[in-house]
């Protein structure tokens, strides 16, 4: 067995930082860039003299104001090709012209598809607008709400919502103005824009904040950072160190452990599977499917507790990958696969600094390994593979088989574990651990019947329906109505959930287990 760690106590600080790690993934920028700008901002936050509360909403949107920009990744991939080289370009256009910023998108939007689909697309863009709006919202709304879950004082997600405002009232989603927006949002608006500049110079970051003054960003904010720019950009790699910058914050190390720190890693595992619908409730169904095999099993409880865990992080990764490739239907090239399998590699190493979920970083790094060497990222063997890797491999193949993916419809959990078997016998899968999963999930449902809300049985399965991404045309012809009364069902699902967004209605359906196949008891 892996050396349990299960009771040991986490910084809530560290568990956002691994996650700002996966921000960065999802932006299309070099790993730490959430954590230079929010150097960037604190350094700004003291020069201002801001008081403990701002610092602490300082640092906590600094890392957290984008954690859910990959919320509506399969739209922007349907509409600009990589969803993540669209996001690595937006700050760019801070610096374009109007012209240039217009045909950017034009080139985006014709970059991909087949003929039809890019004119569709071009025609598209004058709704672009209205596109981004209710994207920025979305983000904004969710990470806003994350921020409560995980015990986040509320200026911190109030701070989180104002992010997308702008200095000119021109911004999302309230069109606060000037002082409206607190100074934490304000400090970190230029931070970001700056941290990116300032790797071509400081000349580079004076510039973009320059030309963006009392429009998008505060006039003070502005003069302060163009004043003290090559303090402030200075030394950023040291700054942005793990150990370095957690240890800058002593009064921000508020421990987690136990079933607090199980709810932060379900809301991590919940916000990871917004990437893609083809995933919503993905991590949470391989966890509780690894944690029931394992009891099952006779483990001891801080060992169920490891590989449950590791289940809920296992995919940290993906939100590297883009969806352009997740989505795909067809077959990917060789260099998208690659894209692919790293994404366990990008799991390890993002939670590589919290030494306390040490042993289920380990067995979720190791979830594709197979015991023959022919899985990945390390082509690890049988020798190598503890029970608690090969237990959570078991558990996740299992479940990606009943789920759909873009290549197929999800299978029968008798074609499922036929599968495994085969792979078992093929000296690929462990064959204890198959008999655990599969035992595990014979005495599981497929889907709780549960109704929250006061939703319908029928809503409920429109509600897992949107969850997977299927638009209202697409229901209703799946269920043989007409889109109409899908339309009206899908209204009143969102009234009843309190949600106006496909993203929060998903995270809705996946909290309440109405999407992925295993739920916890």
């Not at 859910?68 to 993540?84: K, L, P, V």
């Not at 981004?132 to 986040?152: E, K």
């Not at 391989?286 to 289940?311: F, I, K, M, Q, Y």
Request: contains cysteine.
């Amino acid at each position: 067995m892996v050396a349990a760690r299960a009771g040991a106590g986490v910084r809530l600080t560290e568990l956002v930082t691994a996650l700002s790690y996966a921000t960065d993934l999802g932006l299309g920028q070099p790993l730490a860039h959430c954590v230079r700008r929010t150097a960037v901002a604190m350094r700004m936050a003291d020069l201002m003299g801001a008081n403990a509360a701002d610092r602490e909403a300082t640092f906590y949107v600094g890392l957290m104001a984008n954690v859910y920009c990959h919320a509506d990744a399969a739209e922007q991939a349907s509409w600009f090709g990589d969803d993540i080289e669209f996001k690595s370009g937006a700050l760019a256009v801070m610096d374009m012209s109007t012209p240039q910023v217009i045909a950017t998108l034009l080139r985006l939007a014709a970059s991909h598809g087949s003929g039809l689909h890019r004119v569709r697309n071009v025609a598209a863009l004058s709704g672009m607008r209205k596109r981004v709006t209710d994207f920025l919202t979305t983000h904004t709304t969710l990470a806003s709400r994350f921020a409560t879950q995980i015990g986040l004082h509320p200026t911190v997600a109030n701070a989180i919502q104002q992010f997308y405002e702008q200095w000119d009232g021109k911004g999302l989603p309230e069109r606060l103005r000037g002082e409206q927006i607190g100074l934490p949002a304000r400090l970190v608006q230029l931070a970001g824009p700056v941290e990116v500049f300032g790797r071509r110079g400081v000349d580079a970051a004076r510039r973009v904040a320059r030309r963006h003054r009392g429009t998008q960003f505060a006039p003070d904010v502005v003069d302060l950072f163009c004043d003290h720019a090559p303090e402030l950009l200075d030394g950023l790699d040291a700054a942005a160190d793990w150990d370095t910058f957690l240890d800058g914050q002593p009064i921000l190390s508020r421990m987690v452990n136990g079933d607090t720190l199980d709810r932060i890693l379900e809301a991590m595992a919940d916000l990871v599977d917004m990437k893609s619908p083809f995933f919503a409730g993905h991590s949470r169904g391989v966890a509780n499917l690894a944690a029931a095999a394992a009891t099952l099993s006779g483990w001891p409880v801080d060992e169920v507790a490891v590989v449950r865990r590791a289940g809920l992080l296992h995919d940290l990764g993906r939100l590297g990958v883009s969806n352009s490739i997740l989505d795909r239907p067809g077959r990917l090239s060789a260099a998208e696969r690659e894209r692919v399998r790293l994404h366990p590699y990008l799991t390890d190493r993002m939670l590589a600094g919290i030494d306390a979920l040490g042993s289920s970083r380990t067995v979720a790094g190791r979830h594709h390994e197979r015991l023959d060497g022919s899985g990945y990222p390390h082509g690890l063997t049988a020798a190598t593979l503890t029970p608690a890797d090969r237990l959570l491999a078991v558990a996740d193949a299992y479940h990606a088989m009943t789920e759909p993916r873009p290549h197929r419809d999800p299978l029968e959990p008798q074609r499922a574990a036929a599968l495994i078997r085969e792979e078992s016998a093929a000296g690929r899968l462990d064959a204890d651990a198959a008999d655990a999963v599969l035992k595990a999930a014979g005495h599981r449902s497929s889907v709780r019947r549960a109704r929250p809300a006061g939703l319908t049985e029928r809503e409920v399965q429109i509600l897992a329906l949107v969850a997977r991404g299927l638009s209202n045309r697409e229901i209703a012809a799946r269920l043989v109505v007409t889109p109409k009364t899908v339309s009206n069902h899908v209204e009143h699902i969102y009234a009843k959930a309190g949600v106006s967004s496909r993203a929060a209605a998903t995270l809705f359906a996946t909290r309440h287990g109405l999407v992925g196949a295993y739920e916890a008891d």
